[in-house]
């Protein structure tokens, strides 16, 4: 009875240890895990998703499979099934992958706030058929995720953009397009002697010259003041310049945008220079989106505009950038946009030192 059960144990004891040194070897073999959005962005408060592929190509099945990565707390995942949220930052999925089995699952998240999101790595700890062991490993991920800034309401965005507009159109140069022919008319004195028709001229028996459509010239630059301590109140500032540009590159205005912040997809200094036309509004986006906190004065940021309308987006109401706003736009006209909190008394207001060249626009949120 003895030589049975020692028989049928070191049978056991023999499967146990060949199963261990399989899985020691061959665990992450024919493993794949993919992590990828559903969708290349959205607008803040919106709803996305984000894919997990698991695939398991060999016969050996994986009971405990455990899926970890990164994630910012500004995605707020609806469903914790099967998963760990330790610091609202860190995800844990757990999985059972069977023999030569492919799972996928989809999990839903709100947009809760602006940003770039980007998972450049997973981590995988799986367990042993006895769960006797852990095996811990990571697999390389390239997804990435805009959330766009969302626009503010048009009465609230309406009282600077109408200030813009009369600056751009009291301010505005009228230049000949000597590609855009308007007609004829007789030569006056002092009128260029390139734009003589000698044709028309010569048929007419007198001096014609070419009458040429005027082209309409301005640019605009948003200065985005992101100088840390004021989240809420930058966040509007970020979202008034993507309503204020929506409406501008709508008119055909060219923007070029600067900020004392920093660019969170290159580390670099964050601007965006040379944005003209309605289909470069999904970049301007894109790149607002990526506008995160930085260090310096906001007015240090933007080379002097010249003839150009500068708009300041600042929530800082100190005399210092007032001067420093006013010295860079120097002999042209400036607009200062101050997003403040409900309730902003007219005496506040009032205390706002005032300079000649610049006009200070307050929007309440």
């Known amino acids: 009875m003895l030589i049975p059960i020692l028989i049928a144990a070191a049978v056991l004891l023999l499967l146990f240890t060949a199963l261990r040194l399989l899985y020691d070897r061959f665990w992450d073999k024919g493993l794949g895990c993919r992590l990828s959005f559903t969708q290349e962005y959205a607008v803040e408060d919106e709803t996305s998703s984000l894919s997990e592929v698991i695939v398991n190509r060999k016969l050996l099945p994986l009971p405990v499979l455990e899926i970890s990565f990164h994630m910012d707390k500004r995605l707020h995942f609806s469903s ?22 492919k799972i ?40 990435e995720f805009y959330v766009l800034p969302r626009t503010i309401p048009a009465y609230q965005v309406q009282i600077p953009y109408a200030r813009i507009m009369g600056e751009v159109l009291s301010r505005r140069r009228v230049c000949d397009d000597p590609f855009e022919f308007g007609g004829l008319r007789e030569y006056s004195r002092g009128d260029p ?4 028709n000698w044709k028309a001229t010569a048929r007419a ?26 989240d ?44 003209s036309g309605s289909g470069s509004l999904l970049t301007l986006k894109k790149k607002l989106a990526c506008l995160q906190t930085g260090q310096g004065p906001v ?6 505009p010249g003839d150009d309308l500068t ?24 607009i200062r946009v101050i997003p403040c909190g409900l309730g902003t008394s007219e005496g506040q207001r009032g205390k706002l030192e005032a300079f000649k060249n610049t006009e200070n626009v307050w929007i309440e949120f």
């Not at 947009?111 to 790595?121: D, K, L, Q, S």
């Not at 002697?193 to 003589?196: G, N, V, W």
Request: net charge neutral; proline share 4%.
């Open 80 to 101: 914790e099934e099967n998963s760990s949220l330790s610091d609202q930052s860190y995800r844990r999925d757990v999985f059972t992958a069977g023999s030569r089995q």
């Open 104 to 143: 996928t699952r989809t999990l839903p998240f709100k947009c809760a706030g602006r940003g770039y999101f980007r998972i450049n790595e997973a981590g995988l700890i799986a367990q042993d058929l006895f769960l006797t062991r852990k095996y811990v490993s990571h697999m390389p991920q390239n997804t």
């Open 193 to 196: 002697m390139k734009y003589i």
């Open 205 to 230: 028996g007198r001096l014609l010259i070419n009458i040429h459509e005027s082209t309409l010239s301005q640019r605009v630059i948003l200065l985005i003041d992101m100088e840390p301590g004021g």
């Open 232 to 275: 809420f109140l930058n966040e509007c500032a970020v979202r008034l310049a993507c309503s204020l540009a929506e409406r501008l590159l709508a008119e055909g205005i060219e923007l070029s945008l600067y900020s004392n912040g920093t660019d969170t997809q290159t580390g670099e200094p964050w601007l965006l220079e040379g944005v």
């Open 299 to 304: 007015c240090s940021c933007a080379p002097p």
């Open 311 to 334: 708009v300041l987006l600042s929530r800082n109401t100190r005399d210092d950038l007032g001067r420093a706003f006013s010295e860079l736009v120097g002999k042209g006209r400036g």
